[in-house]
């Protein structure tokens, strides 16, 4: 049996503090194997009735990438027309992906058609193969801090385009854009914080006691 110690209990309490959304990339490649290494951390994830529903794809193609990217900014663009006045300049000054520095791009689905699991857990609750998916990704983020590694998740796109842009089949739900690398700096403090547009709360305000 393995045990885990105080001194590694407060290490892990640290990864937990230190990991972040990362938008601000070196742009020098990761080690060979480093992505790969990360999508098996990931496949240790808990998932509905052992499903594994996760679906990795690496995205290197320069045309693909460049998609990708004009896909951001047309829904970026659209996303700051929904603010407006103090609040729209905010959000036009933040940073918001890193896609074009990021070596590598990451997209992650979730396979709704697949039958491995055998549908346990999914009859009254079929979005646990998405929720698996995400507990996947909530691994590699923090396995990733735990090397050095970035990770920012892109959400500003469009999923039925990103899902042609990289043609998989069309049972795959379109979870995660990641964008992996080297951070230009570590921080302890989210950076939509540091931009003054939302703060972390204490865990006190999101818990009922019944
Ligand atoms: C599902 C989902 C989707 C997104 C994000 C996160 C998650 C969980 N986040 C990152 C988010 O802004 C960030 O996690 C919070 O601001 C907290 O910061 P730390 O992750 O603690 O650094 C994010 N960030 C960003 O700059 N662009 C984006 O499109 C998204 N989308």
Known sequence: M???????????RELFVWRRDVRRFRTDALPDGAVERLI????????????????????????????????????????LNCYSGER???YAALKLSGLEQAPRHLAIFADKASEIGHG????????????????????MWLAARAEGIGIGWVSILNPERIGGVLDVPASWKFIAYLCIGYPEA??????????????RRGADEFTLRR
């Open 186 to 199: 570590e921080c302890d403090q989210p950076e939509l914080e540091r931009a003054n547009w939302e703060h």
């Open 120 to 139: 346990l857990g999914r009859a009254t609750m079929p979005e646990t193969t998405e929720y698996s998916v995400v507990a996947a990704i909530t691994a």
């Open 2 to 12: 393995v045990e885990f110690d105080d001194a590694f209990r407060r290490q892990l």
């Open 40 to 79: 098996e951390t990931a496949c240790l994830s808990p998932s509905v009735g052992l499903s594994q529903p996760w679906r990795f794809v690496t995205v290197d193609d320069a045309v693909r990438r460049r998609d990708v990217i004009d896909d951001f900014r047309t829904c970026n663009a659209d996303a």
């Open 88 to 90: 729209a300049a905010r």
